[in-house]
């Protein structure tokens, strides 16, 4: 009897699941006994193509199975990577300018631009540039980014510039700074460059000089003794002016108002009269005498007014009827001045207005609004 093969699927196979064993073997003929159940050969197909087959079947099995295994491989890796950085947090840091100190928990990280993961919970940062130091709050929760930025501030440069307090006994000398007048003393200069400066003060009594240095951001004193005369030494300079007006010897402001009472040295002086508000400006120049008052008046100037109205009105300056609008060529003195404006339909308008010593002086009023 021909040799018959026998196919038997009962038990899987090991690590695969689904999969059947199959075997093939020999099975002799056993003349004296009830043969099994067997496929004839003439209806089987060969037994060396079956036997590829099946060997093919489970070279497939296995490389899916080992297929699988690398993918659930790589994934429990990246798995295991994902749960390490959600437990961590990430921190980033910049500075400007760059370059700055990082340290984190007392220890140097490096400089900025920086970022590092770290555990969560509080961390003590500090960033350093040159002798500049910032303390970061940082509480940092797993999973998250925490972003900062620091600006260092630049170092303000030194003051270029410095002062020189003159005081002198007895006081009123003229003060000289390397030749310039600067004032009465005492007084003090604060837009000096840092150097040296030769200071000179006169009185009528006598004259002294020093060299004084001057330092940035600093202020410089200095005192000088001059010899006291018997007699009076001082007079004084009166302004009166019809409106406020500033009284300035050498630049710096010595009275102000309409009536001033200045106690000066005696001797001569040059006086700018001003009054910013009016565009005037005059000049003086007078002799004080020791013991005595120089007297310096101030007379306002006149200048042109036009005055007009629509469709027309009469007009009072400070209560004088100056006439019908329109009105050309009024000659008035600087000053302020209150305006009224009168018509028998449109009734009433007042105005306050300033005449100035420059520019086109015009008054002008609609009564129909």
């Given at each position: 009897m021909p040799d018959m093969i026998v196919v038997s699927?009962?038990?899987?196979?090991?690590?695969?699941p689904g999969m059947t064993e199959v075997s093939s073997e020999h099975v002799a003929p056993d003349r004296?006994?009830?043969p099994r159940p067997a496929v004839p050969l003439s209806k089987a197909p060969s037994s060396g193509r079956a036997a590829a087959g099946r060997l093919a079947l489970v070279a497939a099995a296995a490389i899916i199975l080992l297929a699988g295994l690398a993918t659930f491989g790589a994934r429990y890796n990246d798995g295991l990577a994902s749960a390490s950085a959600a437990a961590l947090g990430t921190f980033s840091i910049d500075t400007e300018p760059t370059g700055a100190a990082v340290i984190i928990d007392g220890q140097s990280r490096g400089s900025t631009p920086f970022k590092a993961s770290l555990a969560p919970g509080a961390h003590t940062v500090i960033v350093r540039h040159g002798a500049e130091e910032r303390r970061v709050p940082l509480m940092l929760a797993a999973g998250t980014e925490v972003v900062h930025h620091v600006e260092f501030g630049a170092v303000k440069p030194a003051p270029m510039v410095g002062a020189i307090s003159v005081v002198t006994d007895p006081p009123g000398a003229h003060v000289l700074v390397d030749g310039r007048a600067r004032g009465a003393s005492p007084i003090t200069l604060t837009d000096l460059l840092a150097a040296d400066y030769k200071v000179s003060v006169t009185s009528e009594t006598g004259a002294a000089e020093r060299t004084v240095a001057v330092r940035a951001g600093e202020t410089a004193s200095v005192v000088f003794s001059l010899p006291r005369a018997s007699g009076p030494l001082a007079g004084w300079a009166a302004v009166s002016?019809?409106?406020?007006?500033?009284?300035?010897?050498?630049?710096?402001?010595?009275?102000?108002?309409?009536?001033?009472?200045?106690?000066?040295?005696?001797?001569?002086?040059?006086?700018s009269i001003v009054s910013q508000a009016?565009?005037?400006?005059d000049t003086r120049t007078v002799?004080?005498?020791?013991?005595k008052v120089a007297s310096i008046q101030v007379d306002a100037p006149k200048?042109?007014?036009n005055v007009n109205a629509r469709p027309w009105a009469d007009v009072f300056i400070d209560g004088k009827n100056v006439g019908q609008t329109p009105i050309?060529?009024?000659?008035?003195?600087?000053?302020?001045?209150?305006?009224?404006?009168?018509?028998?339909?449109?009734g009433e308008r007042r105005q306050t207005v300033t005449v100035t010593a420059k520019g086109a002086n015009r008054v002008a009023v609609d009564m129909t609004k």
């Open positions: 699927g009962v038990s899987g196979m090991p690590g695969v004296g006994s009830v002016s019809p409106f406020d007006v500033q009284v300035l010897e050498d630049n710096s402001i010595i009275g102000t108002g309409r009536n001033s009472k200045i106690m000066m040295p005696a001797g001569k002086h040059t006086f009016l565009g005037y400006q002799d004080v005498a020791a013991g200048v042109i007014v050309g060529n009024l000659s008035l003195a600087i000053g302020t001045y209150d305006v009224v404006f009168r018509h028998p339909e449109f």
